[in-house]
């Protein structure tokens, strides 16, 4: 194998959930390209070879992203360092496809081939945003079907200390935004009217609040949301009501950070995930933080969904620690095994 | 000189063949489930070494485009593609029903069809005639057993099953004409002739991605009806 | 229920069999899921219903604990579609909720959502339903009884023969319960 480069470029696929994602990265942290296919509203973007913009199309869409990113970068296959890939979790077959792509790539450009771990990789969006992690920290990575906190003592280094027993956090902000009509996911319309309206007077649920441990549950509470639109019919103001519920929601994931954060002590917090683009979180987490005296960080709403700028993160990383994984690397659709 | 690459992962096998200078330079017809992924690479590396070629060598791919496992399907076009996007080669895509008819060489005026049975009821067959290659008489279709019978009738078959057959009744394939078989497997070297002879109808392209085919619609027809 | 969704195709040997039992309690939900699980025959698949808040994750975490999984790994796989608890035997966890058209099931191999080694419980199971036409179900909805916060009914329907056990045990839990 060549020597490592110093300031190695290097590309990342994601296939772990619904959309496909690619990045390519300079060193540790200059983003020279970071695509979703669903990004792309215009077909002719795509340079005439136009995928069925859908969702888990990943085999249809990855060649035209590809392409793409290359172009925006402005860098050809030859100049790559690596080649990095999500292989947990999500949904196998998925995972798969950017898998293959990804060892072929490697295997082709005679390049180290790097599995990364989708979850690990959220917070390193933060990376991107604000510069290296001081370590020990501690994560809230509130994405798609996890809400987890993660004590991070080093680079690979993690644990899981903390995780939701039922729903995720933005499951139900997503599945209460439905009950009300809004559109899958529900979560951007949720903090709009959380940001614009008062909330009611009624107090809902906070699960597992008193409970000593780290897990979260957000089950009951949605069904909680359930019972009381139920209850009131149709004279409900929508705003005052999800606004209400959304101050739950964040309750419960402030309380259990800060625990969390008693706990283990960390140089910095830092909140990830598609829940953490939310401007009302975001407010009340700053001033829970620095209440505690915590140094908090949070990425860019751009970074905080699903996508591979910080899968390429994590992998630059994992680069110059000489970390590789060879061609017979597998997915995997569980986090925990 | 051509220099080719077949990449088959339709089904519960990892088919591949590599062609050296117009001569066949090895094969792999591997059972391998869904561990496909883990293996390809391996396999195809190992392959073109043992043929004396790289990967930088090839001048086409020919991969099988379906109907059958999908995320084996999808395996197999997302290296094919991969290759042909990075060394700026043509990918060709076959389907998986041409390479069962190709598995037999009947009379040019002999009409055949070839079935394929993916999961429990559900078939896909096409009609061919043989012309060099496996010519299709139309579109594959997918369809049950009940209705295969009426298209079918009693001309012979090439069938293939990737289910093992029902452990008590009869297999339902057994009820058709079987054709005699010039080789056992539709294997990646088989793919390889087909998409050479396609590559030479047209040399020059244009070459478009292959697509993918899934068809399932039929479980949806009956289900709408 | 009309509401709730239904297979055609043969129960199997024995005919179809439907048992309803009243639970009081979120604790008595998962007495009934404990002995479900302990009483699913091999390679059952399990379609529930009920709206939100109905007991369905009470319900199918308890399962999944008689089956031998740690209920605390049962977690919601709305935007994973599957989750695969590793067994033995290794439970599939599907929900579909996020699926609109059926269409899209199109897009998955049988195998990625329906467990060809063990059991397979399925939550808003309507997108597959065309695609589950002649399989031996067990339906199980889940529905408030009344105005009590805390009690639930709990529907099961499937083949007589196939769940004979899992009835059997849905009874004594019910006599249990009075």
């Not at chain 2, 096409?126 to 049950?144: F, Q, S």
């Not at chain 2, 090439?158 to 054709?179: H, I, K, Q, T």
């Not at chain 2, 050479?196 to 009806?225: C, D, M, N, T, V």
């Amino acid at each position: 194998m060549a020597p490592l480069a110093s300031d190695p470029l290097g590309l990342a696929i994601d296939t772990t959930f619904d959309d496909t994602s690619v990045a390519i990265l300079r060193g540790k942290r200059e983003v020279l390209a970071n695509l979703t296919l669903s990004q792309f509203k215009d077909h002719e973007e795509f340079g005439g070879v136009v995928p069925e913009r859908a969702s888990r199309k990943h085999l249809e869409a990855i060649q035209p992203l590809l392409a793409q990113a290359l172009t925006r970068a402005g860098v050809g296959f030859g100049e790559l360092d690596y080649v990095a890939v999500s292989t947990v979790p999500g949904l196998l077959g998925s995972i798969l496809v950017g898998l293959t792509v990804a060892k072929s790539l490697a295997y082709l450009l005679a390049r180290p081939l790097i599995g990364i771990n989708h979850i690990e990789a959220h917070p390193y969006a933060n990376v991107l945003a604000h510069g290296e992690l001081p370590f020990p920290a501690l994560h809230l990575v509130a994405a798609g079907g996890h809400t987890l906190l993660i004590h991070q003592t080093g680079h690979f280094q993690w644990s899981i200390v903390g995780r939701s027993v039922d729903d995720a956090a933005g499951e139900c902000v997503d599945k209460v935004a439905k009950m009300f009509g809004h559109a899958m996911p529900g979560g951007p319309a949720v903090d709009r009217l959380a940001l614009t309206h008062a909330p009611a007077a009624h107090r809902f649920p906070r699960p597992m609040l008193n409970d000593p441990g780290l897990d979260f549950s957000f089950s009951g509470l949605k069904t909680a949301v359930l019972y009381y639109r139920r209850d009131h019919g149709g004279d409900l103001e929508e705003g005052p009501v999800l606004s209400a519920f959304f101050d739950a929601v964040i309750e419960v994931l402030i309380v259990k950070t800060l625990r969390a954060a008693r706990r283990f002590r960390p140089k910095a917090v830092t909140v990830s995930g598609g829940l953490a683009a939310s401007q009302k979180l975001r407010a009340a987490f700053e001033a829970a933080a620095a209440e505690a005296g915590l140094r908090l960080l949070y990425p860019p709403p751009e970074l905080c969904t699903d996508n591979a700028a910080m899968v390429a993160c994590l992998a630059a990383h994992r680069y110059a620690a000489g970390r590789f994984d060879d061609l017979t690397l597998d997915g995997r659709p569980n986090l925990l095994d | 000189m051509t220099h080719a690459l077949a990449i088959d992962t339709t089904s519960d096998y990892l088919s591949l063949a590599v062609l050296k200078g117009e001569r066949p330079a090895g094969s792999r017809y591997l059972p391998c489930g869904v561990k496909a992924t883990q293996i390809v690479i391996q396999e195809i590396d190992g392959l073109l070494t043992g043929a004396g070629l790289t990967a930088h060598d090839l001048e086409l791919i020919v991969v099988a485009v379906g109907p059958g496992s999908f995320t084996g399907t999808r395996i197999g076009m997302a290296a094919a593609a991969t290759f042909g996007q990075v060394l700026a080669r043509p990918v060709i895509g076959v389907d998986t029903l041409q390479l069962l008819a190709a598995q037999t060489e009947p009379a040019a005026d002999v009409t055949f069809h070839a079935l394929l049975n993916c999961a429990r009821d559900e078939v896909y067959h096409a009609a061919y005639r043989w012309n060099g290659v496996p010519v299709a008489l139309g579109p594959i279709a997918m369809t049950t057993f009940g209705e295969l019978h009426r298209v079918v009738g009693e001309a012979p078959v090439v069938a293939r099953r990737f289910d093992p057959a029902p452990a008590n009744g009869e297999d339902p394939l057994s009820r058709f004409d079987p054709m005699p078989l010039r080789r056992p497997h539709p294997d990646a070297e088989l793919l390889l002739e087909l998409g050479l002879a396609r590559y030479r109808e047209h040399p020059a392209g244009p070459f478009p991605l292959p697509q993918p085919i899934y068809l399932k619609s039929e479980a949806f027809r009956k289900w709408r009806r | 229920m009309s509401d709730g969704p239904s297979v055609t195709g043969g129960p199997g040997v024995g005919g179809s069999r439907c048992a309803a039992i009243e639970l009081e309690s979120p604790t008595a939900t998962r007495r009934a899921g404990l002995a479900m699980g302990r009483t699913l025959p091999d390679r059952a698949l399990v379609l529930f219903s009920g709206e939100m808040g109905s007991g369905k994750t009470t319900l199918i975490k308890a399962i999944c604990e008689g089956l031998g999984i740690a209920p605390e790994t049962v977690i919601s796989p709305t935007y994973t579609l599957v989750n695969i608890y590793p067994g033995p035997p290794p439970v599939y966890h599907v929900d579909l909720f996020r699926i609109e058209k059926p269409e899209a099931m199109l897009e998955l191999d049988r195998d990625d959502w329906i467990n060809p080694g063990g059991p397979t419980l399925i939550e808003w199971p309507e997108a597959a339903l065309p695609l589950l036409e002649g399989e031996s179900v067990l339906q199980v909805r889940m529905a408030h009884a009344g105005n009590d916060a805390l009690r639930r009914t709990l529907e099961a329907e499937g083949g007589a023969a196939l769940f004979a056990a899992l009835f059997q045990a849905l009874e004594r839990e019910d006599a249990a319960q009075e």
